[in-house]
């Protein structure tokens, strides 16, 4: 039989390339996203290679994701990999001038929402003595910089929820994994800037980021790892990206 992978956001950028790796591995994989002809397309491109699943919900509808979960537990059993791996960043404005409901949205869906999908479908992986999830973070839940204020502090509770899952988890079988890339080009600017892809394209001007692929690798590791090994946390950066000098304010 072969092994099921969960990926939540596989209509694009990294979900849809860890989607791919997997299915040309040999796992069934189920695939999530809000945007349904994505997700079809994406459900057309990989069914010669794997049996695939598509599920159109919004990870941050509780009710949506306990249904979902429920079908998929019905027809999978207990999926052996959960990537969570849905999110978005809303704005780059300083907090005085940051959208309040582009924050709660960023709670709801990179906090809520990978909540939701964890706790639906945990208990069938501890009944079973086995799984892996694997949390998408970012080098933002641990480095601060302008702008980054709500949507790095939710990276910041995934990554400190990766580690507290670890410690519920110990003895079970399972595995948690949170794995936090730097600069990636997808469509995480575009939607970070409303549809501006002027604005998006600046982001990675001149730059090597890191390509989807890049972490569909590395969530392919962590979990092709032996039965001994947990990878607790990947920090990824490309090349160009390092760390740079703290501010300092002058006075005029
Ligand atoms: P993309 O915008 O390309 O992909 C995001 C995916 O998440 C899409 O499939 C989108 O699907 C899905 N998604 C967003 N909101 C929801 C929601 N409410 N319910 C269900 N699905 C949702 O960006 P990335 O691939 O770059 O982002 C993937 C993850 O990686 C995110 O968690 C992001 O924070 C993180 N990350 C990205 C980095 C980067 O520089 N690109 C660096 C570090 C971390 P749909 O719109 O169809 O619902
Ligand atoms: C995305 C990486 O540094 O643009 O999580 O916030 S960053």
Known sequence: MNKTAMITGATSGFGKATAELFAKNGYDIVITGRRQNRL???????EGTAAVHAVSMDVSDREAVYRAS????????AMDVLVN???LALGLEPAHRAEISDWEEMVDTNIKGLMYCTRALLPAMAEKGSGHIVNIGSIAGTYPYPGGNAYGATKAFVK?????LRADLAGTGI???NIEP???????SIVRFKGDRDK???VYENTEPLAAEDIAQTVFWVVSTPSRVNINSVEIMPVCQAWGPLSVTRKE
Do not use: H, M, P, W
């Not at 079809?40 to 990989?46: G, M």
């Not at 730097?182 to 995480?188: D, H, K, N, P, Q």
């Open 160 to 164: 400190q929820f990766s580690r507290n």
């Open 200 to 202: 998006a394209d600046k």
């Open 85 to 87: 791996n849905a999110g």
């Open 182 to 188: 730097g600069l990636a080009e997808t469509e995480f």
């Open 40 to 46: 079809e397309t994406v459900r057309k491109e990989l």
């Open 70 to 77: 429920e079908e998929i537990l019905e027809t999978f059993g």
């Open 175 to 177: 595995k948690v994994t």
